[in-house]
């Protein structure tokens, strides 16, 4: 049963990877989800910075709270 269209705040608990245990609140069950972590720049020009970026893909076999995010370590 898919119920991907649920509109209503759900939680969420990420697996893996450097957020893992990480318990979100979602809307919409979305596909994934981006965790972004800032990095130290030494010197940056103004206004910029540098954050690492890491996906987290739902498990589609989870219908129930909470929902489970997995670790996606080919991601960019």
């Known amino acids: 049963m898919d119920?991907?269209?649920?509109?209503?705040l759900e939680s969420a608990t990420?697996?893996?990877?450097p957020a893992d245990g990480l318990?979100?609140?979602v809307t919409h069950r979305p596909r994934a989800l981006?965790?972004?972590y800032p990095c130290e720049v030494s010197s940056p020009?103004?206004?910029m910075r540098?954050?690492?970026?890491?996906?987290?893909?739902?498990?589609?076999k989870v219908?129930?709270?909470p929902l489970r995010y997995g670790y996606d370590a080919a991601s960019p």
Not at 3 to 8: A, F, I, P, R
């Open 3 to 8: 119920t991907s269209g649920t509109t209503g």
């Open 14 to 17: 990420l697996h893996g990877g």
């Open 23 to 25: 318990r979100v609140q």
């Open 34 to 36: 981006q965790v972004t």
């Open 45 to 47: 020009p103004e206004g």
């Open 50 to 60: 540098a954050e690492a970026l890491y996906i987290y893909r739902r498990d589609l």
């Open 63 to 65: 219908h129930s709270e």
